[in-house]
Structures are given as C-alpha cells and as structure tokens.
C-alpha cells in the first residue's frame, strides 16, 4: 500500500507541477457551468436542482478523463523512463494503480470546484441534497471507467496526441452506444440491451437520484477490466516470447480472460435483479410509499398487472419503458405474490390483441417515427391493465405521459406520476369491486344503525316506511355478519321522560304530523360508531332501494374501503349569446375530468333543499345567483357531518362580448351570508401581491396616434405566486404543494370568536409584499404607469386565500324561517285566487281531505366530524384560466388542480393518495427572482468556481517554487 500511494503522491505533484492539470480541469468547469446556465436554461426550467449539471456529466467526463490520462504512460514511454520503472521493486499492479488513483483524485478536484454550484442553488430553492450526493457518487464511478480506458490507451502508445484522439473514440463508443441516437432505430428489447452497455444511459437513473447496484457493478466492470487491461500489456512488454515464459503468458491471458468472464457473468445475472437500490430523493419518489404498501399488502383476492408495450415505439417513448416495468415488478416484490406482473407485446399474439381490444378497449396508438431513410407510422402499444376481480381500469399514453416543449424547439416526454396513476387505478378498482359486507369486516370501527319509531302514530304517508325500513336493516344486518348491529326502539306506550331521554341522547326531535296540528311522531334512523352520529334522510316515498342507498351513503361517509362520491355544483350556464357562434360551456371542465379518474363524480341540484345521501363531499363551484332552499341544502348537509368545499371567489373573469377590456365582475347571491354565520368572509376587494406569477395579457400601446393591442408575459399582481412558505406546513392539503396561484383572489377573513372551538387552518397566504385592490378593472394601464402598468401597492399585510375548518357547526337556519315552507310568489298568488272561489264556512268533507305531513325537522348541529373548505377564488381551476396557462407551456395549472385534489382527500378523511399526488420532479421550485437577481446568481458561479481555480494554480506555482533541483554527484554547494 506505501507503494501505490508513493506512486499516487509522485504523480499528484507531477501534474501540479505543471500548468496543464489546471488548464483542463478550467475548460471543464467552464463548459460545465456553461452548459448549466445556458444550454440547459436554469432559470427557465424554474426546478431547484442541478440535474442539468449531471445531465452532461457523461459526455464532458470523456474529454476530461482522456486530457488527465494521456500523458500517464505516453510520456513515459517517449521519455524512456517506462524501463526504469517496470524494473523498481514495484509490482505492476501497484504503479497502474497509483497512477489511476492520482488521475481520479485530480478528477475529483473537478468536481470537488462545481460545489459551489449545489450551495447556491440550495439558497434560490428547496435543494434536495440527496440526489446531489448521490450525482458526485455516481460521477466519480463514471469518471473511474474512463480514466481506466484512458491509462490504457495510454500504455499503448508513446504519443500523447495519440492517446487523447483514441481514448475520446473508444470512452465516447461507450457512451454512444447508449444514446437515443443510436437507440431510436432500434426496438424496445434491443435498445434495453444498447442502453445496458451505454455510459451514459447508465448515469440516467443516477442523475434521477437512485443509486442502483446494477449500475455500479456496471463502471466498476469497465474500470477492472480495463485496469487488468492495462496490468497485462504492461507486462507484456517485459516478456520473452521464448518456450521458458509460455506457461506464464498462459497463465496471464488466462486470468485476464476469467476476470472478464467473471465481470460479464456478474452484470448478467445482475440485469434480473432490480430490487437493490437506494432512492437518495428526500420523498422517495422513486420508491413505492407506505400508502402503496398498504393498500397492495392488505389485497384478499389477486390483482392483475399487464403491461402491453410494442417492441416498435416511439424512440421517445423507449427509455421510459424499463422503468415503468421496474416500478411494476416493485408492486409485485412488495405485494408478496398477490400482485401478478407480466408483459407482453399484442403484436406477436393475436389471440391477446383480440382480447385487449375486445374486453379492454386496448387499442395501439399512432407514433410518427423518423427512420434512417424517411418518416413512418408506427402503431404501437403503451397501455398498462390492471383488473381485480371483474373490475378493470387502463391507463394508456395520455395517462401516463406528459410532454413539454422545450426552448430548444425539441419535446421532453417523461412520465407523469406512475406510482399515483397505478395506485389511485388499484384503488378504485379494488373499491369498485368489494361489497359492502367484505367493507365493513375491514373497519376498524363497528357500525351501528339504530330505528327509532312510533308506529301507532304515524301519519297515513309514513305507515309503510318503518316495514321498508325493517326490511332493509334486516337484510344489511345478514350480509354484514357481526360488523352492523341494528337496533330498533319503538316508543308508543314510552312515558315523556323516556322518549326526552331518546331523543337527548341521539340529538333529535319529534316530527310535528301537519301544519295545522300540534300531534307529534318519532321516525328517525341513525348510524352511530364510536366517534361519529349521522341522522339518515327519510321521505315517505321511499322504497327499499333508497332507504338502502342512503344508509350506504351514510356508512362510505364514516368508514374507508369505498370510492368516494364527490357531488359538484356548478352555476346554470349563462344565457346564449346572440354575437357567439356556439353554446355556452361549463367553465369547469379540466376540474371535472380530473376528479372522475379518482372519485365518482355525480353534478348535483339543490333546488330540493337537500343533497343526495350518496354525497361524499360537496364541491361549490363559483357559488353565485343561489336562493334560501339552496342555501338549506348545503346548510343541512354540513350538519349530517358533511364537507363542503366552496371556491367562492367574489370575482369572475368577465367573458361577455360587451366586455371591451381585461375586467372581471362581482358575484351575486353567493355564500356569503351563510360562511358569515360560520365565521368566515370573503372580502370584496382583489388582492394584489408583489410576488406573483407572470401572465400573457394583452397590452393596448399608443405609438404616435397608432393604438395597437399586443399580447405580452408581464408581471402581473392579481396571479398571486403562494410558495411553501406562505401555507400551512403540518396540513396535508398543502404540506407537499411546490406552488399554488391564486388568480383574482379575494382575502378570506376570520372570526375566532365565531370559530372557537373548531380546528381553523390557513391553508394559503399572500406574501408580505401584497395590498388590496377595489374595483373590477385588472387590465394594466401603461400610460399611467409605464413600469408596472398598475399604481403601486400600500398598506402592505399578508391576507389569507384559503381556510379549512374542521368541527361541530351549528345550522345557519336554526333561527331562521325554515325556506320549505315559503312558497314563491307567484304560488302564492295563485293559492290566494283559489281560496276566494271556495266558500271559508263550508268545512264538510273535511275528513276526507289528504293531511299533508309538515316537512322532516332541519338538524341544528353537526357531529365533529363536519368539515368546510373556503377558497378565496373560484377562476384558479377555470377552463379559460388553466387552458391559457397551459397553452404558455407552463405547468403551473398542475398545482392548482392538485390542489383541489388534496381538499377532497382531506375532506372524506381519505389521504392514501394525498402523500403520493405530490411526489415528484417539480416539487421544488426556484425563489420568485427578477432578471437582475438571475445574472447576479450566475455570475456568482463563475466567480467561485474561477477563484477555485485560481487558488488551485496558486497552489501548483508555489509548489513549483519551492521545488529543490537535484545536485549531480560531486557537484559543490
């Protein structure tokens, strides 16, 4: 060992001694920062990471490993001191490997002088240092294979010219072999196997944050083999080639030829293997989550997983392949066996494409592929199945694919979410196929639904309800086993202390039988756990069917196992247009679409005054122009212990022909006195913020009498940029959220002394920099205010953007006029004609008029388990709002649809998939910066990494200084 690092200390101060370590080691910085900043566009791609960094790792370590290694063993042998060397009492091994160790730690050094890049990047965002550490890792063991070709290259020639030129060639054959230009001409299976062999295909998973033993078996291979490589034609060169050496030189090539065996047969049997790896990323992105594990690990029946994928596809389309058949079989390896995983490709098999056409709807997709001689179609398949029982769901390219245009013109693909796409699909087709018997044995809680009756005195319309009732809770009781007990309380013959006692003890009152009379029944049902109480909705006309859908209701609402139903209310479409040649559209389509691939979506009316029992959660979408009878539907569904989400927002966008400019219009007849009661308002004013996210507006400019109306991507303070800092961290709602824009939001204000007593987050907050704004102009004005185009902001506060409240809540009609019994005006009008034609003093036949029963009592407070979500704007998740986001290239929209998404799953208390949704590559964005604070942050790497290298050649010069001459023997002092 005090040999190799004798040797390795020799040639660290040769290279030191010289000017030329410090030279190279320069131009790679300065390509590497180049590449970063420019060719990369940093800035542009707005992601806290320094992935463009290692991205042209594999291609620039080439050029530095060849400059580094050609002069190791060419200038030995030009200097004639190879001879001297191979015949110092120092074996072989140990000189070619202190002087590999020499060249990697100069390489090092490299990499050790980009350190800075990292640091700075860490202060503009939320770095994740994993993938950071696991990148300089995985650079070195790159730069191990190359520097290892390129000491062989250089054993073999005496010219250092020589030496750069081959060792280029054959590290960059290594490196090509791998690329997607070779591979795009190629099917899937054989490009696998090219980008098994690729440098750089290899670094890929790497650079992503995860450190695979595949791949470093993989450089440490090339690195041994060309390091025996370079030991045996060392040696070679000391040979005789006479009969005495033979059994040597056999023994030589011998041993060089098992240790390449040896190595190859290694990377052979590990390719199988791809469950040993360590994912570095602070999230574990690319490893299954814990909400994955337990859904697969508690699966009582098989589930099916099926990729079908052509072995013909698009070149962009190939690489992502291996990793989705990666995260599968990670599905099966965790699943212990109940997840079965297979492939295969229908092109081959007719009798499988049949079926996949046939029962699954799978279809091959047209790719447009370019080949070496013309462009061709291609029909291929990129489709995954997963079925459970006889439930099924397909997720195909447009659901597992996302592209982005680049600024270079090209199309990065990559893939979306594959862990949320494959679990929320397991998920609702694992739901989709339990009864409600197999639901119930899995609860932790055991439900109880309790009958509470008075037979005798119900009124004629009630008198088949309590059999139909019975019948129901007799059948659920049998199929549930002991997981549902049903209990039935008839209280004819009960004193009024026992019935007062009933009624106390479940929160309820007795029904009154008309209007006109003071005679009282009891006909209620209830389903009680541990925690929870929820009153089930009856009306007389109800048969078994729906007596059995709203107690299922109610049971999805207060235990897990189902696919929940989310019930969305949208405004009534506005009035035709005569100046549009189309319809009107519903504004939130993009929203709808979204939450049908993981919930049942259901559009629902509340002109009944109630919302259907099968309702989840109850999403108000721009809440405007809605009445008493409304009102008391969403009222009474927060009291059955209900959520309710309400992007009420005060403004809309205002589309209208009539509208000649950027403006928006104010809200009528909304939420407004209702969220009042409960304690939050909605402010009239817009909030305005400092920090916020540019937007493409169209700006009308004078020029000498000329008015021209241009689209220009300014800086605009309606689009507030909320980043982590502003939400609430410990929420699940919004603990993993990269950035929320609110769009002409309005603030949200709070009541503590009307919220005591209930759980209040803020979910979202302005910056400190923000201010309000009162009108409905937000169209900036550049002849007043040339810089920004709006005036400038006063009194500056942060203002909250959204709020979740979790509690028992009391009724909004609990003192108010019961809106049932209002009738409308013209009813009434209508009532009051009627009554004048009959005569008020003839009564007879009065017992032959049908007695109509006064309306089932309203509920006055909700169980604990009530949940309300406010949102200060409803534009954000608007068609018009995410259409023109995403028409920019930008994918900012994703987060407010995540948005929404997390709500719901924190509103039905169901957050499996909630910790996995924001998983992923854009979860860590830059700082807001202004264009002056990007080029200060670049050029501050130049100027580190330049001074490193200054330091760096400061330090060789003055170890050439201090370097003694060798006095020749005999020579006088």
Known sequence: MKQILAITGKELQTSFGTPMASIFIGFFLLCSLFSFFWLETFFARNIADIRPLFSWMPLLMIFLAAALTMRQWSEEQKMGTLEVLLTLPVRIHQLVIGKFLAVLLLTACALFLTVGLPITVSMMGNLDWGPVIGGYLGALLMAAAYISIG?????RTDSQIISLMLTVLLAGFFYLIGSTGITDFFGNRASDFLRALGTGSRFTSIERGIIDLRDIVYY???????????????????WSFGATTAAYRKKALAAVLLISANLLAANIWLAQVNTIRVDLTGQKIYSLSPATRDIIANLPEPLVLRGYFSAKTHPLLSPLVPRIKDLMSEYQHASKGTVQVSFADPKFDEELESEANQLYGIKPVPFQVAGRYEASVVNSYFHILIKYGDQHAVLGFNDLIEVKPQADGTLDVALRNLEYDLTKSIKKVVYGFQSLASVL?????????????????????????????STVLEKLEKESGTRLHVEEINLDGQTEEARAAVAGKYGIEPITVSFFSDDTFFLHLMLTTADTMERIYLTPDMGEAEVRRE??????????????????????NAENQPMLQHGPEDSYQI??????ENYNLKKVELAAGRVPGDIDVLLLAAPREMKAIDLLAVDQFMMQGGAVV???GNYLLDLSPSAQTLQVKKVKDGLTELLAFHGITVDE?????????????????????????????????????????????????????????????????????KLAGRQVAVLLKSSPESWLHEGTSIEPDFNRYPNSGFAPGADFTQQNLAVAVSGAFTSFFADRPDPRLEKPAEKMEEDESEAIKESPLTLEGEEDQEIKAAPIPLLRKSPGTARLVVVGSSEFVNDTVLSMSQGMGMDRFLNSLEFVQNIIDWSVADEDLLTIRSRGSHARLLKPMSRQEQTFWEWLNYGLAMAALVGLGMYGAGRRRKEQPMRLVGEKS
Not at 151 to 155: K, W
Not at 225 to 238: A, E, K, M, S
Not at 591 to 596: E, I, N, P, R, V
């Open 441 to 469: 044995a899995e609860n932790p809680d055991k439900f109880n639904l309790v009958s509470i009756v008075t037979p005798d005195s119900l009124p004629e319309p009630f008198r088949q309800l309590p059999a139909t009732i």
């Open 151 to 155: 000491l062989f290259v250089s054993s």
């Open 551 to 572: 107690i299922e209701g109610a049971i999805k609402r207060n235990g897990t196992g189902f696919t929940k139903t989310v019930g969305v209310w949208t405004p009534a």
């Open 591 to 596: 929203l709808q679409q979204l939450l049908k």
């Open 646 to 648: 309400a992007l009420a």
């Open 220 to 238: 440490l291979s090339i690195a041994l083999f060309f390091l025996c490589l370079n030991i045996f034609f060392l040696d070679r060169t000391r």
């Open 685 to 753: 004013t817009l909030v305005m913020d400092k920090q916020n996210e540019p937007f493409p507006i169209p700006v009308t400019r004078d020029l000498g009498g000329l008015v021209i109306q241009e689209i220009q991507r300014l800086d605009y303070p309606f689009f507030v940029d909320v980043r982590p800092e502003n939400m609430a961290q410990t929420n699940p709602i919004t603990a993993s959220l990269p950035a929320v824009t609110m769009n002409w939001a309005s603030p949200v204000l709070i009541d503590d002394t």
